[in-house]
Nanobody, 122 residues
Framework: QVQLVESGGGLVQPGGSLRLSCEAS??????????MGWYRQAPGKQRELVAI???????NYGDSVKGRVTISRDNAKNTVILEMNSLTTEDTAVYYC??????????????WGKGTLVTVSG
């Protein structure tokens, strides 16, 4: 099973910046990753896309965060990084790492992290 471990969540001041990291690991090194990204879900709202990045570096950003976020990845470390600035209380949410890939070249799979809470409060 592939595990996604998120880090970097916590309390952020309004106007502050956020840096989230997600590392994918498994019991073996047989898995491969395609797209990695971040989603978020605020209380009472649907889960929404924050940003995704392919293994070749192409990116896509959610409308609600465009212009404020940058996503990058380190393929050698199976890690994706999300950087966001100018946070407001509207950014308070649980942020979930997501990865799409496969094990031993099988059909594509999706994996989700357990989520990391980001609270924006002054």
């Amino acid at each position: 099973q592939v595990q996604l471990v998120e880090s970097g969540g916590g309390l952020v001041q309004p106007g502050g910046s956020l840096r989230l990291s997600c590392e994918a690991s498994g019991s073996t090194e047989i898995f491969t990753l395609d797209t990695m990204g971040w989603y978020r879900q605020a209380p009472g709202k649907q889960r929404e896309l924050v940003a995704i990045i392919s293994s070749t570096g192409s990116t896509n950003y959610g409308d609600s965060v465009k212009g404020r976020v940058t996503i990058s990845r380190d393929n050698a470390k199976n890690t994706v990084i999300l950087e966001m600035n100018s946070l407001t209380t509207e950014d308070t949410a649980v942020y979930y790492c997501n990865a799409a890939g496969s094990i031993l070249g099988a059909s594509p799979l999706d994996w989700w992290g357990k989520g990391t809470l980001v609270t924006v409060s002054g």
